[in-house]
């Protein structure tokens, strides 16, 4: 930690005070919102079950049946290649020392403190790319604490934190080669944290080409570096991502006979959790603008996955816009019918029903469509940014509903939801006075905007393209607003009083 951050390596900030501050505030912090938990949670509940959210499953039940089994397998006998490794391999190495009940919590104590270091480690990031500003730093250091988004993932069973954070180290790194010292070794850090950002998070996968793309553009036409150098740098940057895959297309190949680059087919992967059937109606939902999140009870995509359970549905009007092929009554048939899916085990009528749903989803998704060309494109594409984006920045903080609120704690609500537009506004104020009034483009800030839009572009496309509602949750932002944040400090620097720092 010492050789990484000590003061004369480039900077004048005392790492020991400054990290041991944030572990502090930040403990501080969480330590109120567990207090909310013990409040909000029902008593029939437990707060462990309130932090273990379902991607444990998703995650983490490979790992614990391969210490019953010795095999890695989310389903009996099918070897597991249904993520990237890149959270279950840390719970895997507690594991090998520790119960489930201690894993989880050292999980929690390790997003815990990565994430305290990456407050730290952005407000440096902000420190060299904006000229060495030591306000620029301070701002951005104290917003990031302060920040309830993305920080309580850290308390979730969730990849979201670990991936946070292992970008900031990423782009750390790459500044730190950029800014202060063009070592090697440098690359290879930057390398290895983007790798593991990756194989925590997928859908951030595009940033392995972006970051190489635009480091070797930054040594070709900036530092008018060779052919040769250039691309022997950008291999440095990528070897750690390279190793990863070898290993992992090199253990899926032994288990399973197939070359796996990334992951399966979710239906592969985990059965008709994630079949076919239930791809075509999700697609189906997400494509009408609602909610197929099917842990949110009060969404559509809730009373299709449950549909055993005894509940109805007021299916909103505007999905019948001009369609012709399905109504009302067509759509709980449609319900009825996954039902009798899920729960035959007869392969004959599940073969038989799995085309009935799939011909029928893909009848009603295209009608849709085809009558409301404008508001899928256009309209859709705008509410799905808006609701990851632009929902304050509160929705997974431990409260309860507005209506349910005392005083104390709408209060804390207002505070921390214009904290998070105040961030989220004043960081997209100061892209524009960076980039078009200033006319800035160092490489670093490029490769932060770039990553933005790239991890953006991806989730729109997911989402509206694949109609896919996987990505409907604000926490796929998580990494933006990360990446935008010193920007923010960018634009407070500029706008408040007292000595600006150029």
């Given amino acids: 930690m010492k050789k990484i951050f000590a003061s004369e390596r480039g900077h004048p900030f005392n790492w020991k005070v400054f990290i041991i501050i944030a572990i502090i505030l930040r403990g501080l912090l969480w330590l109120y919102f567990g207090h909310m938990v013990t409040a909000n949670v029902a008593q029939s509940d437990t707060i462990e079950k309130y932090f273990v959210k379902d991607d444990y499953g998703y995650f983490f039940s490979p790992v614990d049946n391969y210490f019953k089994t010795g095999h890695y ?87 979201e934190s670990l991936s946070v954070s292992s970008l900031i180290f990423s782009i750390f790194y790459l500044t730190k080669y950029i800014k202060v010292e063009a070592k090697n070794r440098y690359l290879i850090f930057s390398g290895l944290f983007l790798a593991w950002t990756i194989y925590l998070r997928e859908y951030t996968g595009l940033l392995m080409l972006l970051f190489p793309l635009v480091f070797g553009c930054y040594l070709l036409f900036t530092r008018k570096e060779n052919i040769y150098k250039a691309s022997k740098l950008v291999l440095l940057l990528c070897l750690p991502f390279i190793g990863f895959e070898a290993i992992w297309v090199t253990r899926n190949y032994v288990a399973t006979k197939k070359i796996i680059l990334i992951t399966t087919p979710e239906e592969e992967a985990y059965g008709k959790l994630y079949s076919a059937p239930w791809e075509v109606i999700d697609n189906l939902i997400y494509s009408w603008g609602e909610i197929a999140a099917p842990f949110d009870k009060k969404a559509l995509g809730y009373y299709y996955r449950n549909p055993k359970e005894p509940i109805g549905y007021n299916f909103p009007d505007r999905i019948f816009n ?13 319900r009825n019918l996954y039902a009798d899916y899920y729960f035959t085990n007869d392969t004959a009528l599940t073969n038989k029903l799995e085309k009935e749903i799939i011909n029928k989803c893909k009848i009603y998704r295209q009608d849709y469509i085809s009558h409301n060309l404008f508001t899928y494109w256009v309209i859709k594409p705008m509410k799905d940014f808006n609701y990851i984006a632009f929902f304050s920045g509160t929705g997974y903080l431990p409260l309860p509903p507005h209506g349910q609120q005392h005083v104390e704690t709408r209060f804390v609500r207002i505070i921390f939801c214009r904290l998070y537009y105040t961030i989220l506004l004043s960081a997209f104020a100061g892209l524009i006075w960076y980039f078009f009034i200033f006319r800035e483009a160092s490489f670093i800030p490029l490769l932060c905007i770039l990553s933005f839009a790239v991890i953006v572009l991806t989730l729109l496309y997911i989402g509206t393209i694949n109609a896919y509602s996987s990505v409907q949750e604000p926490r796929y932002f998580a990494h933006c607003v990360a990446l935008v944040l010193p920007f923010s400090a960018y634009f407070f620097n500029k706008i408040l009083p007292g000595r600006k720092q150029e």
Wanted: hydrophobic share 50%; net charge positive.
């Fill in 73 to 159: 397998t989310y389903l009996d006998g099918v070897p597991f290649t249904g993520r990237l490794p890149g959270y279950s391999m840390v719970y895997f190495i507690f594991r090998l020392f520790f119960n489930q009940h201690i894993s989880l919590f050292l999980i929690v104590g390790l997003q815990f403190l990565l994430s305290t270091v990456s407050v730290y480690v952005l407000s440096l990031i902000s420190y060299f790319i904006f000229n060495n500003n030591k306000r620029c730093f301070h701002i951005t250091y104290w917003l990031y604490i302060l920040g309830v988004f993305p920080g309580f993932f850290d308390f979730f069973i969730i990849a």
């Fill in 322 to 334: 001009g369609v012709t092929t399905y109504n009302e009554d067509s759509l709980v048939k449609l």
